[in-house]
């Protein structure tokens, strides 16, 4: 439904209860049932989530992304297709909104990522960064430090 999984959408849907779970697919209408809320609105739900999180652990957050077996489906989903990219590697910031912009630029750039690619601007991914971003959970700016070791 994301049209990615990464820090924000697990600190949101992956730390959430049940009822937070609800909450958020149906972007604040129910607590009992997920609807059918626009795109739009669940990925600003998911944003929002986040930075609540984020505001009551007064910003002293560390994310990680773990980049491989990378496929199109949640890992949600009972019968996810298999992983369709080459591992790209961990990385990690203290911005999740840095984070996620910077592994979907790894995901555009890879030669192999087109159907992963596809599935984010399918369902406006982008966006939930862009509200992110807008809300003041972080910024899309980053600089990648290699540490090859």
Same mark, same amino acid.
């Given at each position: &439904?994301?049209?990615?999984?990464?820090?924000?959408?697990?600190?949101?849907?992956?730390?959430? *209860?049940?009822?937070?779970?609800?909450?958020?697919?149906?972007?604040?209408? *129910?607590?009992?049932?997920?609807?059918?809320?626009?795109? +739009?609105?669940? =990925?600003?739900?998911?944003? /929002?989530?986040?930075?609540?999180?984020?505001?009551?652990?007064?910003?002293?957050?560390?994310?990680?992304?773990? &980049?491989?077996?990378?496929?199109?489906?949640?890992?949600?989903? *009972?019968?996810?297709?298999?992983?369709?990219?080459?591992?790209?590697?961990? =990385?990690?910031? &203290?911005?999740?909104?840095?984070?996620?912009?910077?592994?979907? +630029? =790894?995901?555009?750039?890879?030669?192999?990522?087109? *159907?992963?690619?596809?599935? &984010?601007?399918?369902?406006?991914?982008?966006?939930?960064? /862009?509200?992110? /971003?807008?809300?003041?959970?972080?910024?899309?700016?980053?600089? =990648?430090?290699?540490? +090859?070791?």
């Amino acid at each position: &439904m994301g049209g990615f999984g990464g820090a924000v959408k697990n600190c949101s849907i992956g730390i959430a *209860s049940s009822e937070g779970k609800v909450l958020i697919h149906s972007a604040g209408a *129910s607590t009992t049932s997920w609807g059918s809320p626009a795109q +739009d609105d669940f =990925l600003e739900s998911m944003a /929002e989530a986040t930075k609540a999180v984020y505001d009551y652990m007064g910003g002293y957050m560390a994310f990680i992304n773990v &980049m491989n077996n990378l496929s199109v489906d949640c890992d949600c989903d *009972s019968h996810p297709a298999d992983p369709d990219m080459e591992d790209i590697g961990i =990385l990690a910031s &203290m911005d999740p909104v840095a984070l996620d912009r910077a592994c979907v +630029d =790894l995901v555009c750039a890879a030669p192999d990522g087109a *159907s992963l690619v596809e599935h &984010m601007e399918s369902r406006n991914g982008a966006h939930t960064l /862009e509200h992110a /971003e807008a809300i003041g959970l972080g910024s899309q700016t980053y600089r =990648l430090i290699d540490l +090859d070791v």
